[in-house]
């Protein structure tokens, strides 16, 4: 059972934004122009995490003018640590500058609890052909409190392996549907090739709970460590968890790509899709770039096999970006229409059609996989990723008990900032400036501080 998580006031966040992620640090956003003019009544802000799903919404966006000549729409669009910062900013702090926000499955539950986002099953339920039935269900509930839907899924991800199969074809290695963290490393000794200019693989390493974090928490939970026991004592510093970051620290120093202490998703994902690594580990939604033709060099060269393992049947993430409506926007039916539009059985059907079908926002409608043109671009990857999604199981990647959900994210508020501060430690070992005992120590500091909360309140 997890811990019951208690609803985090304005004036409390407040206080959290200081720790870490002050306001009057954060950086202006900045707009993406073509998007109309924003002038009127009706014109909607809308926030989102500038990854190439969401940039081709934004190309798209004159399909959406077409049917609402009367919604003006400004995308404001940031890499990810600084999108997620100033959205939390602007919404846990009543701000009002959006309309519409791009959030996860992390804080849905805990902003929907704390009354800061707009109820959207009863716009769902009134919108024809809208279907809120149709999204795959692990990521339906992970976006609604009491069965109503707080957020609306534009895709949904877990976490598996990209390998070079034609690699691993030359060099006579075979990837198991299953690997472990000890074949994985296998592999990537074999396959580096510095002369050629091909990592053995690619990993984050960028600093951000939402970055480098995400596949490293996965490792941690499968070799047994963890960030808090059943009674919240940290385990930042258990041999299992140094185990894990210790691995995946080396994994990445002798056969990773150079200046990974700076290498995010989109690094990552430019890298492997221009064939310099022969693996990679990371969110099944890769494949809308790693799979499409004019954007990778390697399409049709990819397989796919299960996140790696070491003490847990499964190690894969659930996580979904997702988009939701402050209580705070003036504009509510405005932003609705809008995100509706964006996360509709058409819109997987118009980015088909306009962009190409390994581009189509995966993870989120079951009728998506049922889409003639979209089954046959997707027959590498659909099946792993559906297999993923369903494995992504809170008991099955867990080796320890905790008492909180989440995955590849701790399910407390305080994750945000504490998760930014753990990840720029590991960033550091990546980097060399510190070891990763250090690293650990220090983070067990930042962790103890928030776990004393929890202890008093279960004593």
Not at 187 to 209: K, Y
Request: net charge negative; glycine share 8%.
């Amino acid at each position: 059972m997890f811990a019951h998580t208690p609803p985090l006031s304005r004036r409390s966040f407040g206080k959290l934004a200081g720790l870490g992620l002050g306001l009057g640090t954060v950086p202006l956003l900045s707009s993406c122009a073509g998007a109309g003019d924003t002038g009127g009544d009706n014109s909607i802000v809308v926030a989102i995490v500038s990854n190439p799903q969401m940039q081709d919404a934004i190309g798209l966006v004159d399909h959406f003018k077409q049917q609402h000549p009367d919604i003006n729409v400004r995308f404001v669009s940031l890499p990810e640590n600084e999108a997620r910062a100033k959205i939390t900013a602007s919404v846990a702090t009543g701000g009002g500058e959006f309309d519409v926000v791009m959030i996860s499955n992390y804080e849905t539950p805990m902003w929907a609890e704390n009354g800061w986002l707009e109820n959207l099953q009863p716009y769902a339920d009134a919108t024809s052909g809208y279907n809120p039935g149709d999204f795959i269900p692990s990521v339906r509930d992970a976006l609604s409190l009491n069965n109503n839907l707080y957020s609306v899924p534009f895709y949904g991800e877990s976490s598996f392996v990209a390998y070079r199969a034609d690699l691993f074809e030359e060099a006579g290695l075979t990837m198991p549907a299953q690997p472990t963290w000890d074949d994985i490393r296998t592999f990537a000794a074999a396959l580096n090739d510095p002369a050629r200019e091909r990592h053995g693989i690619v990993l984050r390493g960028l600093a951000g709970w939402g970055e480098v974090m995400a596949p490293l928490d996965t490792v941690i939970n499968t070799y047994g460590g963890g960030w808090f026991d059943t009674d919240w004592n940290v385990r930042l510093t258990s041999p299992e968890t140094e185990a894990a970051v210790t691995d995946y620290v080396d994994l990445i120093h002798r056969y990773g790509q150079a200046g990974a202490s700076t290498s995010g998703y989109g690094d990552c994902i430019t890298l492997f899709s221009q064939g310099h690594a022969a693996m990679w580990y990371d969110a099944t939604a890769m494949v809308s770039t790693i799979e499409d033709p004019k954007s990778s060099t390697v399409v049709g060269k990819v397989g796919y096999a299960a996140a790696p393992v070491k003490e847990t049947d499964a190690a894969g993430w659930l996580y979904s970006w997702s988009l939701a409506i402050p209580v705070t926007s003036e504009r509510k039916q405005q932003a609705w229409d809008f995100m509706a539009w964006m996360t509709s059985p058409d819109y997987m059907k118009l980015v088909g059609n306009e962009i190409g079908w390994a581009r189509v926002p995966p993870g989120s409608r079951q009728s998506t996989y049922q889409i003639p043109e979209y089954a046959s671009a997707a027959k590498a990857f659909a099946k792993p990723t559906l297999d993923a999604m369903a494995n992504a199981v809170e008991s099955k990647a867990h080796a320890q008990p905790v008492p909180y959900r989440g995955i590849q994210f701790v399910g407390i508020p305080e994750f945000q900032d504490l998760g930014t501060r753990v990840a720029q430690q590991i960033s550091a070992a990546i980097a060399g400036q510190i070891s990763v005992k250090e690293a650990l120590a220090q983070s067990h500091e930042y962790a103890e501080t928030v776990a004393r909360t929890y202890r008093k309140a279960t004593s």
